[in-house]
């Protein structure tokens, strides 16, 4: 039977990228999204990849999302958690609720969407669970507080839950993205994208594809012996 793959904040950038690789995978693709419905259904269009609006970050609007798809497309067996966003500030500048919206986002939605699909793995003895950190979240970023603690958050998730999905055949592992030519990176000033390009030993910004073939290798079905890895996608900009 195919197996039915869930990508969070799939409509667009590095989410986009994966979805497209897990379709030509062979998976059956469903793309989370919690935005623009416009971009979503032109998304659904191009692709033919079904698109499901909810907020990761909503516990209870995850697990009623989660069982949509099960109930329209069956039972999700992999979940790549993608879905993030910024509120960057210096500490003295940034609020409480900058803080909170991006750990409960990027955080949390990892949570609440493994809390929604874990069972259902551990019933039918597979799973595959690919979140998505960040290399701000191992080297720590000016700025980003926030998304660095978020992101680093997850790469500890990713190790713990791990522990617990190996005897019931869930693999979960972790993608730690360097900067990627997407429109979260367009945001960021001209002369500042220069400067870190500049710390990039290969020179230049990676593309969505390139993560999106890291989440084809953790999910395909003979990669049953690595689990709590993270995959360090940067252009060599850290390592360690």
Not at 53 to 60: C, I, T
Not at 91 to 111: A, Q, S
Request: hydrophobic fraction near 40%; glycine fraction near 14%; proline fraction near 2%.
């Amino acid at each position: 039977m195919t197996k039915v793959a869930i990508v969070t904040g799939g409509t667009r950038g590095i989410g986009e990228g994966i979805c497209l690789a897990l379709q030509a995978q062979g998976r059956s693709v469903v793309a989370n999204y919690a935005g623009n419905e416009e971009k979503a259904r032109a998304f659904t269009e191009r692709t033919g990849i079904p698109a499901y609006k909810w907020d990761v970050g909503d516990h209870e609007a995850t697990m009623a999302g989660c069982q949509r798809v099960a109930e329209e497309i069956g039972p999700i067996d992999i979940v790549v958690n993608n879905a993030g966003v910024t509120r960057d500030g210096v500490l003295h500048k940034m609020t409480w609720e900058d803080w909170n919206e991006v750990i409960r986002i990027n955080l949390g939605g990892c949570f609440n969407m493994a809390k929604a699909t874990f069972p259902g793995m551990r019933e039918r003895g597979w799973g595959r669970v690919v979140n998505i950190g960040s290399v701000n979240g191992q080297a720590g970023q000016y700025g980003q507080v926030n998304y660095a603690a978020a992101k680093s958050g997850i790469h500890g998730f990713t190790k713990a839950l791990a522990q617990e999905g190996a005897k019931f055949g869930i693999t979960v592992n972790a993608i730690a993205p360097g900067y990627i030519d997407t429109d979260m990176v367009a945001a960021v000033p001209e002369t500042v994208l220069e400067k870190i390009v500049a710390k990039i030993p290969v020179g230049r910004l990676g593309n969505a594809h390139e993560i999106a073939r890291g989440v084809t290798f953790f999910t395909c079905d003979d990669a049953t012996f690595v689990t709590g890895s993270t995959m360090s996608i940067n252009g060599g900009q850290h390592m360690y």
